[in-house]
């Protein structure tokens, strides 16, 4: 048996940060700490937040003062960042806000509120119900979310007006260069800015090339996440001996026999220590 890891995969770079920012909060003693909804996407890595003595907030409670928060209590912003609103009232109850939203959310933050400063109304390229972009968009007045091509197809845009357009970082590539080619054509009025991280789509590129020349595929990953359920569309489609893992106690090792090529990919928010108790389970059982 062989195991193959994909060439990307597992936690991005903002992730990441957020959970080492966790981790270190996490040493301070006699105080309250909170973590600002889901920190990742993943069951088992929230738990493991809570085992080490956090508490995740809701963000309804917050802007309908039920929450439990304390002047001084420390609460960490997860990597897709928070609305103003949020912000504001944490601000207003003196707790110690350590921000990890990731830079490349926050840049797209900033390049909104600088375009309008200076008269620009935005466009804004996603999908209006995702936390980052309603955290993004709050921080504006005058935006248009557009989800799809059809979307701005349908939308009143004043060919008169300075735009400037943004997007979701976790956007798909095509759908954009597809709206950008609309944009180009008829608003010549309209600034694109390319914002999109390479992290979803490096993942997934990866995954297609690693289930091409593998006999089975194990994508590992947290079952509601939805950057882990469209690695294993990714995997499926090149093979269909493909299968999601949350963890290695959900593994079935009757899937696999002696002589496989083993293929391994995870989603950004799936942690190297999962990653690799799943691997060891598999070498475990196999003698690899
Ligand atoms: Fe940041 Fe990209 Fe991850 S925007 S949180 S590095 S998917």
């Not at 882990?228 to 899937?255: C, F, G, H, P």
């Amino acid at each position: 048996m062989e195991i193959i890891r994909a060439e990307k995969m597992g936690f991005c770079f903002g992730v990441k940060k957020a959970v080492e920012t966790c981790y270190e909060i996490a040493k301070r003693k006699n105080v309250n700490k909170y973590i600002l909804g889901m920190v990742v996407h993943n069951k088992d890595v929230v738990r493991e937040m809570e085992n080490i003595g956090f508490i995740t907030l809701d963000e309804e409670d917050i802007l309908e003062d039920k929450d439990p928060l304390k002047k001084g209590d420390v609460v960490i912003i997860r990597a897709h960042g928070t609305t103003s609103k949020i912000m504001e009232k944490l601000k207003r109850k003196e707790v110690e806000i350590k921000d990890a939203t990731c830079i490349f959310v926050d840049k797209i933050k900033e390049i909104l509120i600088e375009r309008e400063h200076e008269g620009d109304e935005i466009i804004f390229i996603g999908d209006k119900d995702h936390p980052e972009v309603k955290g993004i968009i709050s921080f504006g007045e005058k935006i248009h979310v557009l989800k799809n091509i059809d979307e701005l197809k349908e939308s009143s845009l004043d060919r008169g007006k300075r735009y400037t357009v943004l997007t979701q970082t976790t956007l798909n590539k095509e759908k954009f260069q597809e709206m950008k080619e609309y944009l180009e054509k008829y608003y010549s009025n309209a600034q694109i800015f390319d914002r999109i991280c390479g992290a979803t789509s490096e993942r997934q590129e990866a995954t297609r090339k690693l289930s091409r020349t593998c006999d089975i595929v194990i994508v590992i990953g947290d079952l509601k996440s939805s950057n882990s359920k469209k690695l294993l569309e990714v995997a499926l489609a090149e093979n269909t001996n493909s299968y999601l893992v949350q963890n290695e106690k959900e593994l079935d090792l009757t899937l696999f026999s002696e002589n496989m090529k083993v293929g391994i990919t995870a989603g950004a928010s799936t942690p190297e220590d999962i990653i690799k108790k799943i691997e060891n389970k598999i070498r475990g059982n196999f003698n690899v």
